[in-house]
């Protein structure tokens, strides 16, 4: 379903369809000036990536939205297939067996994760450990400032994340996960427009980074299995496991 990278002719035709779908573009071509949160915009209409879908709410034209909607685009990013099978099942193999030894936890109505288990993991081996690293050098602009161990992070397939923001005083301006087991959409919502939301599909094996306004200024969740949906496509959650690397906490 996703197109991880696309051939000039595709971006051509998108470029096209950008040009007939949105008035915005239209405007570009009668030289009139525009503000720079506008121009900021248009530069990212030709670019909505293929694992966001933006719901109508963003269609108001307004120059805040514009602004928002950028912010959240430029601080989400998915690479789809960011690990090979292989190295899926290297990181799969080393957290198992400590994994199954623990319970899913469902009791806790008030928790922001139901239907989980959780570690935390600081030593990696072979290839899951290059993997491992190999993403936190591509998530964080400086890898001496992560956290020095992975969240590891098991969803059962009735499991799923309430909406929340990662708290400051256990994390900086990055989250990045790898995803293993299972697609997943996580959903983004402005925390004080709680209309504005985005859907982001986050495919087996990719690499999220969740940074900056998408970050702070917006809640996220793991949507449950009924409500996994993503551009009108049903996808399946089953039981997930994210490896997720955060920045150190900002001193506040
Ligand atoms: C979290 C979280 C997302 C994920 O643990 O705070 O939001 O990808 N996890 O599992
Ligand atoms: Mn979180």
């Not at 248009?42 to 293929?50: R, S, V, Y």
């Not at 269609?59 to 960011?82: Q, R, T, W």
């Not at 050098?137 to 590891?152: G, K, N, Y």
């Not at 940074?211 to 409500?227: C, G």
């Amino acid at each position: 379903m996703i197109i991880s990278s696309l051939n000039t002719r595709k971006i051509t035709y998108l470029v096209l369809l950008s040009i007939k779908s949105n008035k915005k573009w239209i405007s570009l071509f009668t030289a009139r000036r525009q503000s720079i949160a506008n121009e900021a915009s248009t530069e990212l209409d030709t670019k909505i990536p293929d694992y966001v879908d933006l719901s109508a709410c963003w269609d108001k034209a307004s120059e805040n939205i514009e602004h928002i909607k950028c912010g959240l685009l430029k601080g989400m990013k998915i690479v789809p297939n960011f690990i090979s099978e292989a190295e899926e099942n290297a990181l799969f193999a080393e957290i198992e067996p400590y994994m199954k030894r623990m319970r899913y936890e469902f009791d806790h109505w008030d928790d922001a994760i139901h239907g989980f288990r959780e570690t935390e993991r600081t030593e990696w081996s072979g290839i899951g450990a290059e993997a491992l690293q190999r993403a936190r050098r591509h998530s964080l602009e400086d890898v001496t400032t992560a956290l020095p161990h992975t969240h590891v992070l098991d969803l059962d397939e009735k499991g799923y994340i309430k909406p929340h923001v990662d708290a400051v005083r256990f994390c900086g301006r990055t989250v990045a996960g790898l995803c293993l087991l299972s697609p997943a959409v996580m959903r983004l919502r402005h925390s004080e427009q709680t209309d504005l939301f985005a859907d982001f599909l986050l495919s087996r094996r990719c690499l999220y980074i969740m940074k900056d306004v998408a970050r702070y200024d917006f809640t996220h969740e793991i949507l449950q299995n009924d409500l996994s949906h993503f551009k009108g496509y049903h996808v399946p959650r089953t039981r997930r496991i994210s490896l997720i690397n955060r920045s150190q906490p900002i001193s506040q």
